[in-house]
T-cell receptor, first 115, second 111 residues
Framework: GAGVSQSPSNKVTEKGKDVELRCDPI?????LYWYRQSLGQGLEFLIY????????KSGLPSDRFSAERTGGSVSTLTIQRTQQEDSAVYLC?????????????FGQGTRLTVV | AQSVSQHNHHVILSEAASLELGCNYS??????LFWYVQSPGQHLQLLLK??????LVKGIKGFEAEFIKSKFSFNLRKPSVQWSDTAEYFC?????????FGQGTTLQVKP
């Protein structure tokens, strides 16, 4: 597709269940970012992939959160044993290069609700 | 630690008023700077960016921003806001590849 695609757009899950969120970046973009957007909290950096380099996981809030990027394209963010405080919109972005001098394009996000 | 701060969390203006939103970052190395806007129900959209050269950059919808390296600032300005500018505005700084966002500023423009 022409833009960054995220699925599902909405997810309601029970506390304690695992969830997987998917991101399809723009074709050819080597950099991929995950963010969490909570009300009044801005965009919280979670993880950053750049090409074949080891990802920067410094923003992951706990070991319940993990992400992978297969074949340098699609990425999956996994949250294990979800908690109510995990409820937020999870945004994915991609850019042509990770050096910083290119624009990041965002998906529409996945709204996660933990009940 | 690397961080980005936006000073104004909620701004209310009347149409035709001038706007300035503050943004500061903490990082001593080379940075690339961005402002994004998120209108209700819309994707984040790039307003403008600074990579190098003239520190005064112009973006879409009449917005501009000035990079002041000595102050680690990248403030967003618009001379005359419109009702359609009501949205949330995010400053972002790319530091060694990692793109960090500020907390965002909600702008409400009254007609």
């Amino acid at each position: 597709g022409a833009g960054v695609s995220q699925s599902p757009s909405n997810k309601v899950t029970e506390k304690g269940k695992d969830v997987e969120l998917r991101c399809d970046p723009i074709s050819g973009h080597t950099a991929l970012y995950w963010y969490r957007q909570s009300l009044g909290q801005g965009l919280e950096f979670l993880i950053y992939f750049q090409g074949n380099s080891a990802p920067d996981k410094s923003g992951l809030p706990s070991d319940r959160f993990s992400a992978e990027r297969t074949g340098g394209s699609v990425s999956t963010l996994t949250i294990q044993r979800t908690q109510q405080e995990d409820s937020a919109v999870y945004l994915c972005a991609s850019s042509l290069a990770g050096g910083g001098n290119t624009e990041a394009f965002f998906g529409q996000g996945t709204r996660l609700t933990v009940v | 630690a690397q961080s980005v701060s936006q000073h104004n969390h909620h701004v209310i203006l009347s149409e035709a008023a001038s706007l300035e939103l503050g943004c500061n970052y903490s990082y001593g190395g080379t940075v690339n700077l961005f402002w994004y806007v998120q209108s209700p129900g819309q994707h984040l959209q790039l307003l403008l960016k600074y990579f190098s050269g003239d520190p005064l950059v112009k973006g879409i919808k009449g917005f501009e921003a000035e990079f002041i390296k000595s102050k680690f600032s990248f403030n967003l300005r618009k001379p005359s806001v419109q009702w359609s500018d009501t949205a949330e505005y995010f400053c972002a700084v790319n530091m060694i590849g990692k793109l960090i966002f500020g907390q965002g500023t909600t702008l409400q423009v009254k007609p």
